[in-house]
């Protein structure tokens, strides 16, 4: 009896430390479709699930990321694989045709959640939604509790519907991804690159004004700190593609 006593206490102990040292990605699919997120760890971090699956309409998975976790997570839509091999290709956010993108990014435009989560020496995570690649599918990401301060990260309203026609990527005569001004334009202007490379030199254009008034809670070019960058210390978050609106 006591040994069994020993052994339950530790297995508590390895449970609570599990939860104190990770933190819990709540991926929900409320789109009417499948989707196919792809998952990209930053330099030296692990791509969980080796960095996509498939996520079926109406879908839950919790993902468990590392302390410190840093990295992206983006929705691809229109994918079709082969089971055998894992190999295909997606409408938008394709990634080298593969269903697990491995360390491989998904190919713009597609809406991006981002985040560098925190330590136990550093505990705040800081996490975005940018528009800076270009815009695909509606996306939010919402801490669960986590106290006052704690800001929602969030494009949820369909951007392709409003996307200017210079802008728009189209398949089957329907517009699936809205480009931002700086994949259309490729300038050092629009990129925020080159001499615009700082706040002062490089302002948000005017396709840029229009992501931001429709979803002011995402980056909507590379300088939009202000109000895309969102911080918290909560142990669990939502992200959650086409959320209600």
Not at 58 to 80: A, D, F, K, N, T
Not at 102 to 121: F, W
Not at 166 to 195: H, I, M, P
């Amino acid at each position: 009896m006591p040994t069994f006593s020993l052994l339950f206490i530790f297995l508590c102990i390895l449970i609570s430390i599990s939860f104190i040292d990770g933190t819990e990605l709540i991926m929900v699919n409320n789109c009417k479709e499948s989707i196919w997120p792809g998952i990209l760890g930053s330099a030296g971090h692990p791509s969980p699930k080796d960095g996509g699956f498939l996520l079926s309409s109406g879908e839950e998975v919790v993902l468990e990321v590392p302390e410190g976790w840093s990295g992206r997570i983006w929705g691809r839509q229109g994918c079709c694989f082969e089971e055998q091999t894992g190999k295909g290709s997606c409408q938008t956010g394709d990634c080298a045709g593969l269903l697990q993108c491995r360390g491989i990014g998904g190919n713009p435009p597609a809406t991006l959640i981002e985040m560098t989560l925190g330590t136990s020496q550093s505990e705040l995570h800081f996490y975005d939604v940018s528009l800076v690649d270009g815009f695909n599918l509606p996306v939010s990401m919402k801490p669960v509790e986590g106290g006052v301060g704690c800001g929602v990260a969030a494009c949820e309203a369909d951007l392709n519907v409003c996307c200017p026609y210079a802008l728009a990527v189209q398949s089957q005569g329907k517009v699936v991804g809205c480009k931002s001004a700086c994949l259309a334009a490729k300038t050092d202007r629009y990129c925020c690159t080159g001499e615009f490379a700082d706040p002062k030199s490089c302002k948000p254009s005017v396709f840029a004004h229009l992501f931001k008034a429709i979803c002011p809670q995402a980056y909507s070019f590379a300088f939009d700190d202000s109000s895309g960058l969102k911080t918290c210390k909560a142990a669990r978050y939502v992200i959650t593609f086409c959320p209600p609106n």
